[in-house]
């Protein structure tokens, strides 16, 4: 049976008292939207059409998020949100999925449960229920003396008896495209106000068409983000599931209630991340690091044995070996080359720093090049912006420059040249010489084999 889909997401998301849309407050490192989005995605193998306030479809395209959508220019409740895909998908299919868009931990294999049941099922529809202590605000389902449900009642509804029933409405359903179309009009509207998919149920029973229900086999999977309070548990869930996958590939993570990995991230065998470590955006980690305490790394590559220790790395990359921090700074373009020790308070931007080269404490690398073997006094700064443009410095294979150098970039530092503490080099120092002084100038040759 070919099954449609569609996801509803024109919710004001008044409850979450923010400025920003409810489908784009990011859990588990990705906007809500986009954990619903995939998991129709694979439950039905189609593009899910989208239901979204007016203006949000160009929002949500810039953001990659779906590329079929309704709108719904006024909030008159999920019936009325389905409703206005009637021209996009009616005829379409003979079922069509309907999610709401607040649910991010729906799995994909559950929503193809809840496809296959009522493909299985002749009835009107079938719906995902769970069991909880925890009502969060759904809606309960009433049953009768022969366990056959007969409606969903809404929270803001209830009499306190009905407030007391335990099995709620997930927010996903499954329908016989046909009959779904046709009852949606004979809906009224609800003492709030609005149209509710919900009442479906309650009509679908009057029609003397039976509903059937699945039930979502892990319960946290049916935690919906109504409130921030919500998208904490979510959060809180989404790590879980990704701490575990890392535990069982081999990866020991020392405290997984501090440890964030984002869902893009992949890590190496047998590396160890600290407490309070976030990995974010599509970072690679190879096998036999370790990583923390205190360290975020967001977008960057790190091979294989590296250590960083309380640090921060932005669109980095580290080679194998490498060691950094603690408190250092690697921001946007640094690469760090196999075996660099690279120690505190030291930051690197848009440089490749060659193997073995050492900056040990205190220093500003920006837009140069580092040979190999290069040792950075304590404190060096390369002086690359002038306030209007950014120069270039380059330090060739095994120079050692003295404490407190500044590097008036565009400099070149020669192969085995060394700079004395405190030198202001703003000219080019040749190979195998000595410069001191402000500004900087040679007083010595060196012979290469002094290297
Ligand atoms: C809804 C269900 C409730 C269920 C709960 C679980 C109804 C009437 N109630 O309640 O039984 O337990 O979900 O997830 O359906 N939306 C629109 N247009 C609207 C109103 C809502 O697109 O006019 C979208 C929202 O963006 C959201 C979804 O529909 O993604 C559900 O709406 P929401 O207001 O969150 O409903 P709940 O109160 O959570
Ligand atoms: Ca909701």
Known sequence: MRCECLILAAGLGKRMKSMLPKVLHPVG????????LEACRGATGIEPALVVAPGMDEILRKAGLGKRFVVQKERLGTAHAVMQAADELRGQGDLLLVVNGDMPLLEAATLRRLIEAQEAHAGAFTL???????????????????????????????TSEQLALRE???GAYCFRSEWLWESLAKLEVSAQGEYYLTDLVALAVKEERSVATVEVADPDEAIGVNTREHLAQVEAVLRGRVNRKWMLAG???????????GPQVEIGQDSVILSGTHLEGGTVIGAQCQLGPNTIVCASRIGDRCRVS??????????D??????????RKGAHLCRGVHMGNFGEVKNSIVGAGAKLGHFSYLGDATIGEGVNIGAGTITCNYDGERKFHTEIEEGAFIGSDTMLVAPVRIGRGARTGAGAVVTKDVPPWSVAVGIPARVIRKLKESDD
């Open 29 to 36: 490192g990705r906007p809500l939207l986009a954990w619903a």
């Open 310 to 319: 309380a640090s921060v790395l932005e669109e980095a990359t580290l080679e």
């Open 321 to 330: 070996d490498v060691d950094v921090g603690p408190f250092a700074h690697l």
């Open 128 to 158: 995902l229920t769970v069991h909880g202590d925890e009502a969060r605000g759904f809606g309960r389902l009433q049953r009768d003396e022969r366990g056959q449900v007969i409606a969903i009642v809404e929270e803001a509804d209830a």
């Open 251 to 261: 990866v020991t993570l020392q405290d997984p209630a501090t440890t964030y990995i």
């Open 168 to 170: 709620f409405n997930v």
